[in-house]
């Protein structure tokens, strides 16, 4: 079985930044595509950004467009890791964010994916 583990999270002020980690542990596969998602108090859960894992896809990002420009999603392969680079935040960036491993179906749905982590709570201060 998949574990993921977020890490990276914190307090932060409008306009700074914050690298998220998660690490893919057990049995693991070089197709995996992974995607962070997040979500804020009271709202679904939402896409941020997905990368594939391997094969022809290699690398290939995606991105919500309340995000483009400001976060960057990559993988270590070695280390069995995927990061989310932000910068620039802002207040409404405030949620728990979690990663998953994707399974089937459109990547920006939460049912694609499966294996959630238990999320790391970033909260950004105005």
């Known amino acids: 079985q998949v574990q993921l583990v977020e890490s990276g999270g914190g307090l932060v002020q409008t306009g700074g930044s914050l690298r998220l980690s998660c690490a893919i542990s057990?049995?693991?596969?070089?197709?995996?595509?992974m995607g962070w998602f997040r979500q804020a108090p009271g709202k679904d859960r939402e896409f941020v950004a997905r990368i594939s894992w391997s094969g022809w896809s290699l690398g290939l990002t995606y991105y919500a467009d309340s995000v483009k420009g400001r976060f960057t999603i990559s993988r270590d392969n070695a280390k069995n890791t995927v990061y989310l680079q932000m910068n620039s935040l802002k207040p409404e960036d405030t949620a728990v964010y979690y990663c998953?491993?994707?399974?089937?179906?459109?990547?920006?749905?939460?049912?694609?994916?499966?294996?959630w982590g238990q999320g790391t709570q970033v909260t950004v201060s105005s």
């Open positions: 998953g491993r994707y399974y089937s179906g459109p990547y920006y749905l939460e049912g694609a994916y499966t294996d």
């Open positions: 057990g049995r693991t596969f070089s197709s995996y595509t």
